[in-house]
């Protein structure tokens, strides 16, 4: 079992920075991928960015591309999401994801064996 908890979350203006955190615990060596997803309201959950746990490969959406970056830090179990120039657009609940199945780095939520339960981002205008 893996557990995931999201962190950092919160009340930005548009264009300024947010830094997300999704702390693992548990078998995290079992962890292939990790994967940032958000919802927002009354919208379908949708992918934001992805991280292989060992060797660092990422993927990002084209809606945040050149705006976010997922890092993570194998020591602390932790996978990051800075999020920067934030617009509206991006206020959703933001939630972390771990896969433990070796497969290609993708976009899909399918197949996620572990969730965790998210964390608010709301942007002004």
């Known amino acids: 079992q893996v557990q995931l908890v999201e962190s950092g979350g919160g009340l930005v203006q548009a264009g300024g920075s947010l830094r997300l955190s999704c702390a693992a615990s548990?078998?995290?060596?079992?962890?292939?991928?990790m994967k940032w997803f958000r919802q927002a309201a009354g919208k379908e959950r949708e992918f934001v960015a992805a991280?292989?746990?060992?060797?660092?490969?990422?993927l990002y959406a084209d809606s945040v591309k050149g705006r976010f970056t997922i890092s993570r830090d194998n020591a602390k179990d932790t996978v990051y999401l800075q999020m920067n120039t934030l617009k509206p657009e991006d206020t959703a609940v933001y939630y972390c994801?771990?896969?433990?199945?070796?497969?290609?780095?993708?976009?899909?939520?399918?197949?996620?064996?572990?969730w965790g339960k998210g964390t608010l981002v709301t942007v002004s205008s």
């Open positions: 548990g078998r995290t060596l079992t962890i292939y991928t």
């Open positions: 991280i292989t746990w060992n060797a660092g490969r990422t």
């Open positions: 994801a771990a896969d433990i199945t070796i497969v290609p780095i993708s976009t899909t939520s399918g197949g996620m064996d572990y």
